[in-house]
């Protein structure tokens, strides 16, 4: 009996690759503002859990900024079908009451998804690029870019997470 693409990607694809991220991670979260002027660092501490048979990773993460405190939940799959990556993502902070879908590639040591946010009184959307950069078993680093209409790319985040069980 063959495998299904699904059950190839849970033990050699992206799907394994997203799976080896469930677990509990500390981390250390730095936050820009403005281009090159880094505006908070504090630590952030994170779960990780896998949804629907494999099928997507929750992560769930808290911190504070500004010293206030935020959560915030991303869903991140793989969508075999379209071979594209997949995600969604809410927050206490940055999205405010918005839902921002992303779609992108995978990559050498991870993924790329890129999304959009606006605003009815802004005159033009944003863009938001997300990296998922898995260093090794027990480190991952999350970046997030802002993109300008004019497509102009500014470093917003940075979560450098280190897994704190085995």
Not at 7 to 36: C, M, Q
Not at 123 to 145: C, V
Not at 148 to 162: C, D, H, Q, W, Y
Request: charged share 25%.
């Amino acid at each position: 009996m063959s495998k299904t693409k699904f059950e190839i990607s849970k033990e050699s694809g992206p799907h394994l690759r997203l799976l080896s991220l469930v677990g509990n991670w500390d981390g250390r979260t730095r936050t820009w503002f403005e281009k090159d002027v880094l505006a908070d660092e504090s630590p952030t501490t994170s779960k990780i859990i896998s949804l629907l048979n494999k099928r997507f990773i929750r992560y769930e993460y808290r911190g504070i900024i500004n010293g206030k405190t935020h959560e915030g939940l991303m869903v991140w799959g793989f969508d075999l079908g379209n071979s594209k990556c997949v995600c969604t993502w809410v927050d206490s902070f940055h999205m405010g009451t918005g839902i921002m879908y992303s779609e992108g590639v995978e990559t050498r040591n991870g993924f790329s998804v890129t999304g959009q946010y606006d605003n009815l009184e802004w005159p033009e959307p944003w863009g938001w690029r997300t990296e998922l950069e898995i260093l090794n078993s027990d480190q991952f680093i999350l970046r997030a870019y802002n993109i300008s209409p004019t497509g102009e790319e500014t470093k917003a985040v940075e979560t450098i997470n280190l897994r704190i069980d085995l």
